[in-house]
T-cell receptor, first 116, second 117 residues
Framework: DAGVIQSPRHEVTEMGQEVTLRCKPI?????LFWYRQTMMRGLELLIY????????DSGMPEDRFSAKMPNASFSTLKIQPSEPRDSAVYFC??????????????FGSGTQLSVL | AQTVTQSQPEMSVQEAETVTLSCTYD???????LFWYKQPPSRQMILVIR??????QNATENRFSVNFQKAAKSFSLKISDSQLGDAAMYFC??????????????FGKGTKLTVNP
């Protein structure tokens, strides 16, 4: 398997523009997570899905952020309008089953977002 | 809320030597999971080792082992025979037990490990 695939790897945009980050989880995985990494706040969970249904979106910073998972093999994280403080690395991760003794989280390589 | 603290922003070690990375956490739960993740320059997070709180025996994975002190809420990572490829950011993470809980992993801020040849 190719692992969790994220695109684009880098995104540079101007303040006010819409940004869409994409993720393809590992085939067969039923959980998908979006994390954000910044120097100040570290790694934070934004939202996660189970069987394409959003379960916990309490980490989504504000209404400018939205995430969808239209099918088991694709998810998007959209920021509209983007602001400079959204600059961060955004990670997508997936797992088969609940995390714990036997299951583990597989991360993508992240999208480095820079909002000018 | 659960918190994870890594008090060492940076550490360095000589190749072939041993280094220990510290992690403490705060929780009122009795059952939970702890993890160490490695983030090399490629950015992709990789699971290094995990520990179940109800297991007293410390987890080991080849050159990586943990010192889990439940009462002290401490979970340190020991890397033996350090190799140049071990250079990376290391993150400690906590997860509540799955029963009725979120799948959320709470991460520490990370420790940057440098391995000197």
């Amino acid at each position: 398997d190719a692992g969790v695939i994220q695109s684009p790897r880098h995104e540079v945009t101007e303040m006010g523009q819409e940004v869409t980050l994409r993720c393809k989880p590992i085939s067969g995985h039923d959980y998908l997570f979006w994390y954000r990494q910044t120097m100040m706040r570290g790694l934070e969970l934004l939202i996660y899905f189970n069987n394409n249904v959003p379960i916990d979106d309490s980490g989504m910073p504000e209404d400018r952020f939205s995430a969808k998972m239209p099918n088991a093999s694709f998810s998007t994280l959209k920021i509209q309008p983007s602001e400079p403080r959204d600059s961060a690395v955004y990670f997508c991760a997936s797992s088969f089953g609940v995390l714990g003794a036997n299951e583990k989280l597989f991360f993508g390589s992240g999208t480095q977002l820079s909002v000018l | 809320a659960q918190t994870v603290t890594q008090s060492q922003p940076e550490m360095s070690v000589q190749e072939a030597e041993t280094v220990t990375l510290s992690c403490t956490y705060d929780t009122s739960e009795s059952d939970y999971y702890l993890f160490w993740y490695k983030q090399p320059p490629s950015r992709q997070m990789i699971l290094v080792i995990r520990q179940e709180a109800y297991k007293q025996q410390n987890a080991t994975e080849n050159r990586f082992s943990v010192n889990f002190q439940k009462a002290a809420k401490s979970f340190s990572l020991k890397i033996s025979d350090s190799q140049l490829g071990d250079a990376a950011m290391y993150f400690c993470a906590y997860r509540k037990p799955p029963q009725g809980g979120s799948e959320k992993l709470v991460f520490g801020k990370g420790t940057k490990l440098t391995v000197n040849p």
